[in-house]
């Protein structure tokens, strides 16, 4: 397995290295975002501070080749959850002490799994067509968002939860259920929320309104609005 460490201070790194060697990953060492771009990385560790700087395009292109793991100041929960919101497979403090090193490890493994699980299926004998629901309209293979044939600005994390919606139409998909179909399996009870609010205030924004709906109790759906049914 093979881990690339981006942004991550001197003493830190070194010190998460030599845990990782115990754990047999290996690591390899960066500095920069140049890091990014180098061969076949398994999983990324990455700090907040360059991971924010990170264009949507960028992010969405590493979680497709690689699992990302951002690396938050201690205490920063809205950080971490502004980092899943991006599109990180997982986010976690800066490990200061052992506990810490063992968490990120298993942390590590877990992403690891899920983009190894993820490279193995089978692919579909035919690309996955589009889906239209009123004026919008989803491409998984583009991974492209349009409204009113306008292309919405979405990061890669929303795009997924609305993908997750628009499949099941009309029929409410729990909290629990968007997390997992995103890849996230330990989160706060805020995050699901947030991300539901802001996916929702992105859309609106782009004046796609009245699509995203919150079922009390159960969760959110996706329903084309009475005045723009066909």
């Known amino acids: 397995?093979?881990?690339?460490?981006v942004g991550v201070d001197g003493y830190i790194s070194e010190w998460i290295r030599q845990a990782f060697l115990e754990?047999?990953?290996?690591?390899?060492?960066s500095d920069g975002a140049v890091a990014l771009v180098s061969p076949e990385p398994a999983c990324v560790l990455i700090t907040f501070s360059v991971f924010n700087r990170l264009t949507a395009d960028s992010i969405q292109k590493l979680s497709?080749?690689?699992g990302i793991i951002v690396l938050c100041p201690g205490g920063d929960v809205n950080g971490r959850i502004l980092a899943l919101e991006l599109g990180a497979h997982d986010a976690i403090e800066e490990p200061s002490e052992y506990l810490g090193l063992l968490e990120l490890a298993?942390?590590?493994r877990a992403v690891m799994r899920?983009?190894?699980e993820r490279t193995e299926q089978k692919p579909s004998p035919q690309r996955p067509s589009p889906i239209r629901a009123g004026k919008v309209e989803l491409d998984p293979n583009s991974r492209t968002v349009k409204y009113a044939g306008r292309v919405l600005d979405l990061t890669t994390q929303q795009h997924d939860i609305l993908e997750i919606l628009m499949r099941r139409m009309g029929q409410p998909v729990s909290q629990s259920a968007l997390m997992e179909g995103i890849g996230i399996k330990a989160y706060s009870s805020q995050l699901p929320r947030m991300s539901a609010f802001r996916l929702r205030k992105a859309l609106e924004l782009q004046g796609c309104r009245g699509y995203l709906r919150t079922v009390r109790g159960r969760g959110y759906t996706f329903c084309v609005p009475a005045e723009e049914r066909l």
């Open 106 to 108: 298993v942390r590590v």
């Open 1 to 5: 397995m093979r881990v690339m460490m």
């Open 23 to 29: 754990e047999e990953i290996e690591v390899a060492v």
């Open 114 to 116: 899920h983009v190894e």
């Open 64 to 66: 497709i080749a690689a």
